[in-house]
């Protein structure tokens, strides 16, 4: 079915939720995960006049290192392959969801694997969605996790009782 599944991380209980499913989906049909870490650099360009924004960089690289050493032990105890990446956004206008699709293409994923926090009204209006602009633009198959009411994919599966026949 899948061969190359992409799943972006950050760190949050949204996207673990979001690596949970996509090392199912990878162990169940063989497919090789690639979890992706992205640094929004652009974000950086807003910081005061002077500003040294190196320490800020390496931080957010530090601290994808650290979201990848975790998917990393997560995929050797699921027994699942891949490798995993951090990207960098470009500064020329470029946004999360571009720097996603990127990788995408580039790792030729077939699906794509991400946490959305399934905002409403004024505060998604404001934050915005990664998750939708990545959606609006994916050029292959998009399962999105929700972070409302969601148990972890593991723990979500249950076996069926077995049906009882009438005496």
Do not use: W
């Not at 499913?21 to 005061?48: C, E, G, N």
Request: hydrophobic fraction near 45%; include cysteine; charged fraction near 20%.
């Amino acid at each position: 079915m899948y061969q190359h599944i992409l799943v972006a991380v950050d760190g949050s209980e949204t996207s673990a939720r979001a690596l949970d499913a996509a090392l199912q989906l990878a162990r169940d049909t063989s497919a090789k995960l690639q979890p992706l870490f992205v640094v929004d650099v652009p974000m950086l360009v807003y910081a005061t006049p002077g500003t040294d924004l190196t320490h800020a960089r390496n931080a957010l690289l530090e601290q994808g290192e650290n979201v990848i050493a975790d998917a990393v032990a997560s995929m050797k105890r699921a027994g699942v392959q891949g490798t995993p990446r951090i990207a960098e956004t470009e500064l020329a206008g470029d946004d999360i969801a571009h720097c996603i699709l990127r990788a995408a293409s580039e790792f030729k994923a077939d699906l794509v694997v991400m946490g959305t926090h399934g905002r409403r009204g004024v505060q998604r209006l404001v934050l915005g969605s990664v998750a939708e602009r990545f959606l609006r633009i994916a050029q292959c198959a998009v399962l999105m996790i929700s972070a409302h009411n969601a148990k972890p994919v593991a723990s979500s599966v249950q076996a069926a009782e077995p049906i009882k026949e009438p005496s």
